[in-house]
């Protein structure tokens, strides 16, 4: 027997005969490979389970150092091996080798330096297990929960995607049932008044000629009857005739100018409604913007002071039906967020090949941990009841179909601005 082997086994039991010690081991470690190394590393033993486990004969193996094994693609520290051995104390690890033919094989080992009686370090002791097939096992593990998270991945996102497009197919048939509800009542105040108008204006006609008729006969009464002038005074002044003439006047004016406005919201309502235009067609966003401001204006002029800076802007091939429905959607959430005594400014603007439209506030601003949020179906940050949370979701999606961006910037209490950009050369996509 080796003279360094019986000088280990001697080391590790003196009372114990050494070869019969090392026939024990060998007869008793069938699935574990034993390895004896030198202080300096090189192989002075191995059992017959190692030169099964490495493909290495038992003299291949001798003389040479573990590093025969080492395989390009190791992943074992080795620097923190040594530190751990030469310090004394036992390492475990797993070390990715390579067998006598080439092939990778994972092994399971136990190392442990053996220590004379002055302490000193004489050999290493490794005991490894071949785990090749339980790694295999755990690998196919890992990739079939990889492939499961990915399929959960998929399927929320596949589900993200059916609950967008479900929000969005409720929003337009609810969109579609306000525009034919506003369809009808446009129709139905129209006509009403339109004749309400073409009568306010008969009569100023009218009262403008009896005025004129009544100056004639006063001038005249005073002229050739100052008697009866004079008798007719005290009644013509009790009766205020000088303010009633006036004061018809303003009504009458006062009632066009009611009558005018409503017939504008009765046109804005039929833009809303697309009675009066196409799906898709060329027009001018500023008068888009007019026209949703009127629509929102009584949601806006108790809280907050309204500022406009539109610039002159071409007209966009765009369907402003579905982008009046952005705007309203942005300015009432900025009307929602001012309490009393805000500012709401909007812009538009041509910057390159796109049309810029930005919308501000100084609201109450939005968190930070939501602003990435804002666009989620079904998301909101209003009270349970206030809101459906399918607003901004549908508005980012309108803007998306354009071809364009929609970007929120803001500050949880000191306001929030939306800017929306439109590029130019849309026209003839679907």
């Not at 080992?109 to 370090?121: F, M, N, V």
């Not at 579609?176 to 009568?199: M, R, T, Y």
């Not at 013509?236 to 504008?264: H, N, P, Q, T």
């Not at 500050?411 to 929030?416: A, D, P, S, V």
Request: hydrophobic share 40%.
């Amino acid at each position: 027997m080796n003279k360094g082997i019986q000088k280990v086994f001697g080391e590790l039991d003196s009372q114990v005969d050494p070869i019969l010690l090392l026939r024990a081991v060998e007869q008793n470690s069938a699935t574990i490979a034993i390895v004896i190394t030198d202080s300096e590393g090189t192989i002075i033993y191995v059992n017959p389970r190692f030169t099964e486990m490495t493909g290495y004969t038992k003299d291949e193996a001798l003389g040479q150092n573990p590093h025969i094994l080492k395989g390009e693609d190791g992943l074992t520290n080795y620097a923190d091996m040594w530190q751990t051995l030469l310090a004394g104390r036992q390492w475990r690890g797993d070390f990715h080798n390579k067998r006598k033919n080439g092939e990778f094989f994972w092994e399971r080992a136990a190392i442990s330096p053996i220590l004379d009686e002055a302490g000193e370090i004489t050999h290493f002791l490794a005991i490894k297990e071949d785990i090749t097939e339980r790694k295999e096992i755990e690998q196919e593990l890992e990739r079939s929960v990889a492939e499961s998270v990915q399929m959960a991945t998929t399927l929320e996102f596949v589900n993200a995607e059916l609950k967008a497009a479900q929000s969005q197919m409720l929003q337009r048939e609810k969109m579609a049932s306000i525009g034919q509800l506003a369809a009808g009542v446009a129709h139905e105040i129209n006509n009403p008044i339109g004749f309400v108008s073409s009568n306010l204006r008969s009569l100023d006609k009218y009262l403008k000629k009896l005025t004129d008729y009544l100056k004639i006969l006063e001038r005249k009464i005073k002229e050739q009857a100052p008697d009866a002038w004079q008798e007719v005074m005290p009644e013509r002044k009790k009766m205020k005739v000088d303010f009633l003439l006036e004061d018809c006047d303003d009504l009458i004016a006062e009632s066009l100018d009611g009558s005018e406005r409503v017939r504008k919201i009765v046109q804005n309502l039929k833009t809303f409604s697309r009675v009066d235009q196409a799906e898709a067609q060329s027009a001018d966003l500023n008068e888009c913007l007019e026209s949703t401001i009127d629509i929102v204006w009584n949601e806006i002029k108790y809280k907050s002071t309204l500022e406009k800076n539109l610039a002159e802007l071409p007209d966009l091939y765009c369907s402003p039906q579905e982008l009046s429905q952005v705007f309203t959607n942005i300015l009432i959430n900025a009307a929602q967020a001012i309490e009393k005594d805000g500012l709401i400014r909007i812009c538009s603007w041509l910057g390159g090949d796109s049309i810029f439209i930005s919308i501000q506030d100084n609201g109450s601003g939005i968190a930070e941990e939501n602003l990435e949020k804002i666009f989620e179906p079904f998301f909101t940050t209003k009270q349970v009841g206030d809101g459906t949370g399918l607003g901004m979701s549908i508005s980012y999606e309108i803007v998306k179909k354009h071809g364009g961006k929609i970007v929120i910037d803001s500050e949880l209490g000191k306001g929030t601005t939306f800017t929306i950009e439109l590029p130019l050369d849309r026209e003839g996509d679907e």
